[in-house]
């Protein structure tokens, strides 16, 4: 009999046991942890079936953007990435590509076009080649389009570049300098290698992705008929251009055809066209609809300020160039700004200031690093010109 009991004695322990096991592996199985919107550490969620739960401490979801196609639904853009570079930039290039690529590429697998105005090395292709899912292609640049034009006077060039060297005036003095802002402002689009291309993506070495970018980036500017993306905007030093909006209101006086109804005039200038305020897109980082750079009325807009000679006798960069063309002969609406990629070129940073975005997205980045909002930041006058409502958390970290 006492040998009876004590079996059931030990039935009932290790049924209570059992019992136990599984109410700690059920409470394990539907317990979750939440981050608060107001930053610090993780903490168990709170039972979210009282109403008077802080709406701080509810879980974070992932968004789910419907504008946005996640993942490549087999429709491939015919869209590549650019970049300037010569030889010796291999190993600082290395790590832009592969931050494009971890980021954003391996998923997608686009071309990737080379431009130099040496002949590359096999050691750059070789490394690039092996860096890129997509094609490589390796173009030269004709020495016409990387050298004085035939009506600049080389003198008065080396004059202001002496004038701007003294001034300390960065890149004011820099040869190599100028002739890479006219070409980026009137001939990368005009590469033989590029003319089977209809968007292209512009990357420097140097650059940093924070945020994973699940959308194919290309298809999302040709469904929405996008022209022009930027992620960072801000003045341009006046002393580099001091006559380039002059030049830009003869052209309209002559051309204002080209001007668009509803042009981004007002985000460039603060009355009305009599001035330029510098505001312009950073285009060591632009996506863009190459049309735009093969349009009617931006090779003229080129051919014009070329023949100004402002190139070479100021420092005019192809960015207040390019920013100037696609406020003016662009619709507002066809010109994006990137709030989701995360993205810096020194000393500027780019991070989602909207804490689901960059948790959805994986940003590496701080937001407290963000310039997006500050005071110096043109993006600012865009949100503001075009009616937008800027995201979740920018005052906490603009100005």
């Avoid at 092996?130 to 003198?155: L, S």
């Avoid at 060297?165 to 290698?193: A, Q, T, V």
């Avoid at 390019?322 to 780019?350: K, M, Q």
Wanted: proline share 4%; with cysteine.
């Amino acid at each position: 009999m006492a040998r009876s009991n004590a079996r059931l004695v030990r039935f009932g322990f290790l049924a209570a046991l059992l019992i136990l096991c599984g109410f700690i592996l059920s409470k394990g199985a539907t317990s979750s942890y939440s981050i608060s919107t107001g930053g610090g550490s993780a903490k168990p969620a709170a039972d979210t079936s009282n109403n008077d739960v802080d709406e701080s401490e509810k879980k974070i979801e992932k968004p789910i953007d419907p504008k946005k196609p996640v993942g490549n639904n087999g429709e491939k853009v015919k869209a590549t990435f650019v970049t300037l570079a010569r030889n010796r930039d291999v190993y600082e290039l290395v790590g832009s590509i592969r931050e494009i690529e971890d980021r954003f590429n391996h998923n997608f697998h686009y071309d990737w076009v080379f431009l130099n105005d040496e002949e590359f090395d096999d050691e750059f292709k070789r490394i690039t080649t092996a860096m890129v899912t997509g094609k490589t292609h390796y173009g030269t640049i004709p020495k016409e389009q990387w050298g004085f034009p035939e009506w600049i006077d080389t003198d008065k060039a080396a004059a202001v570049r002496k004038d701007m060297r003294e001034r300390k005036i960065i890149y004011g003095d820099s040869i190599s300098y100028r002739h890479m802002c006219r070409y980026e402002s009137g001939f990368f689009f005009r590469h033989p290698l590029m003319e089977q291309f209809d968007y292209y993506w512009r990357v420097e070495p140097g650059i940093k992705i924070y945020c994973d970018i699940d959308y194919d980036v290309f298809k999302y500017f040709k469904d929405n008929n996008f022209a022009y993306g930027f992620t960072i905007s801000l003045p341009e030093y006046k002393e580099t251009i001091p006559t380039l909006w002059e030049t830009t209101k003869k052209f309209i006086d002559e051309n204002p055809q080209y001007v668009d109804k509803n042009s981004m005039k007002d985000f460039i200038s603060d009355d009305g066209g009599s001035s330029y305020n510098g505001c312009h897109f950073w285009s060591n980082f632009e996506v863009g609809d190459l049309s735009l750079w093969r349009s009617e009325a931006y090779l003229k807009y080129f051919d014009y300020l070329d023949q100004a000679g402002g190139f070479f006798y100021e420092r005019w960069g192809d960015a207040p160039v390019h920013s100037i063309a696609a406020a003016l002969f662009l619709p507002r609406e066809r010109i994006h700004f990137f709030d989701d990629v995360g993205y810096y070129h020194v000393p500027f940073h780019n991070c989602p200031v909207d804490q689901k975005v960059r948790l959805s997205h994986r940003c590496s980045c701080n937001p407290k690093d963000d310039f997006t909002f500050k005071g110096y930041s043109c993006v600012n006058r865009y949100y503001k010109v075009n009616q937008l409502k800027k995201p979740d958390g920018w005052q906490q970290y603009g100005d």
